[in-house]
């Protein structure tokens, strides 16, 4: 990330927790339900900062497939199930919705 020593010095964030979590290799092995293949991810994340989804500022969540970030809206109850992209259609995503997602841009940034 590039930002003139204004901004650099003037920005206070602090990362209060991540979680990592898979789901099996071979996708026959898989969970048919991305919320439940993903809960304990979540859960963890959430649980490690004592919050709830609610108080959370913003995500980074993976997303190598556009797909990759809507599953993973679900998985925090962001979207529900099947609803798609709802809460990024919604706004509630973006820098002024209620949880921004990605702000960082890190797909278009690794992506030549």
């Keep these: 990330m590039l930002a003139s020593d204004d901004v650099a010095s003037d920005a206070s964030y602090r990362i209060t927790g991540t979680e990592l979590g898979a789901d099996a290799l071979a996708l026959q092995a ?6 439940r293949r993903r809960r304990p991810t979540r859960l963890g994340a959430l649980e490690i900062v004592d919050r709830s989804i609610e108080e ?25 199930l099947g ?21 960082s841009g890190t797909r278009m940034m690794l992506t030549p």
Excluded at 30 to 35: G, H, L, T
Excluded at 83 to 100: C, I, K, L, M
Aim: proline residues 2%; contains cysteine; aromatic residues 4%.
């Design 30 to 35: 898989a969970s048919r339900s991305s919320r």
């Design 56 to 80: 959370v500022d913003l995500l980074e969540v993976h997303d190598c497939f556009t797909i990759a970030e809507v599953l993973a809206m679900q998985a925090f109850g962001l979207s529900e």
């Design 83 to 103: 609803e798609d992209a709802g809460a990024a259609r919604r706004g509630e995503t973006t820098v002024e919705g209620t949880t921004p997602v990605n702000l």
